[in-house]
């Protein structure tokens, strides 16, 4: 039995569902039952009646999954699949962090693990930061995790001074600018989309900064047939499919000869990988649960304000 069967038997079998982030190889993200951005794969496991999980995304994202959904069982094909955001910002350099700025509140970036969301105020992703950090009084001072670019970009979009953890996402601080300005020169009538993980310079010539489905939202409504892609390419597979005849190019990062534009957490799981997780039950998410109660606090927040 070829793979793509066997994993739609074990589904069926297990009463499994499987989520995907765009950033995941295109064969996932096409036997996927939900794909989405970070905050549309949240609300997916949340709501899901599904007995299993299967998380086709990073560790972060399977872990947001189980403190939303503590009843199902949530696997992921590869327990290394990490994010350099979320193993630069460790609880206890975090707490020292925080005690800084005892009267800050505290904005969590959702790339992040369970004991620094059990230390945050609230929750953010890519798609709602900037909603969620106009919510907060104008009185509080803030404290904006780990993501020092997406804090940036926030910070500059609301007017709000921040302090910021100096978390980088590996991928997004690769991308070249002298290749972003060869690639408009060459291409003069494509629209610039970029992901706001992205470096401040990189922002500066991107057409449109948003998440992963808000770029991809784009590419399907604008009129522009050209667009150049700030953001990991594993996105491009949604795009094409969306919208068949428009060109789609990937900013490359500083050094061509590594594809390293591609996330290399996201891109440790396979087919293989999943079919085998389905088949075992595991490797699964446990958390200690007044963590999670603590983390499920900061999370809940965000989907209400958002
Ligand atoms: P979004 O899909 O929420 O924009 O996040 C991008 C990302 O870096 C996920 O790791
Ligand atoms: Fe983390 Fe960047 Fe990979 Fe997203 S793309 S999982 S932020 S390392």
Not at 19 to 48: C, F, M, N, W
Not at 73 to 96: N, T, Y
Request: charged share 20%; hydrophobic share 40%.
């Amino acid at each position: 039995m070829g793979v793509f069967s066997a994993i739609a038997r074990l589904k069926k079998e297990k009463n499994a569902i499987i989520l995907a982030h765009y950033y995941q190889d295109p064969d996932i993200q096409d036997i996927a039952d939900v794909i989405g951005d970070s905050l549309e794969l949240a609300r997916a496991a949340q709501k899901t009646q599904a007995s299993i999980i299967l998380f086709a995304g990073v560790h972060f994202m399977a872990e947001g999954a189980k403190i939303l959904n503590p009843h199902c069982r949530v696997i992921i094909p590869d327990l290394k699949a990490g994010c350099s955001l979320a193993s630069g910002c460790q609880p206890d350099a975090f707490r020292r962090f925080r005690a800084r700025y005892p009267d800050h509140f505290v904005v969590s970036y959702i790339n992040c693990s369970a004991a620094i969301k059990a230390q945050s105020d609230i929750i953010c992703t890519s798609s709602n930061a900037v909603t969620i950090v106009n919510k907060i009084p104008r009185d509080r001072k803030i404290i904006f995790a780990p993501d020092k670019n997406l804090g940036a970009y926030v910070s500059r979009q609301t007017g709000r001074d921040m302090v910021l953890w100096q978390g980088t996402c590996i991928v997004h601080e690769t991308f070249s600018l002298k290749k972003l300005i060869a690639l408009k020169v060459m291409h003069p009538e494509a629209l610039v989309l970029a992901h706001p993980e992205c470096e401040p310079d990189i922002l500066t010539h991107a057409d449109i900064i948003g998440s992963t489905s808000h770029l991809l939202r784009t590419t399907v409504q604008h009129s522009a047939q050209t667009f150049i892609i700030a953001t990991e390419p594993g996105i491009i597979h949604q795009m094409q499919k969306n919208a068949p005849h428009k060109t789609f190019i990937p900013l490359p990062g500083l050094d061509e000869s590594c594809a390293c534009n591609e996330c290399p957490y996201m891109r440790l799981n396979t087919l293989e990988k999943i079919e085998q997780a389905l088949r075992i039950g595991g490797p699964e998410i446990t958390l200690p649960e007044d963590l999670r109660l603590q983390a499920q606090v900061a999370l809940d927040k965000m989907l209400a304000w958002s």
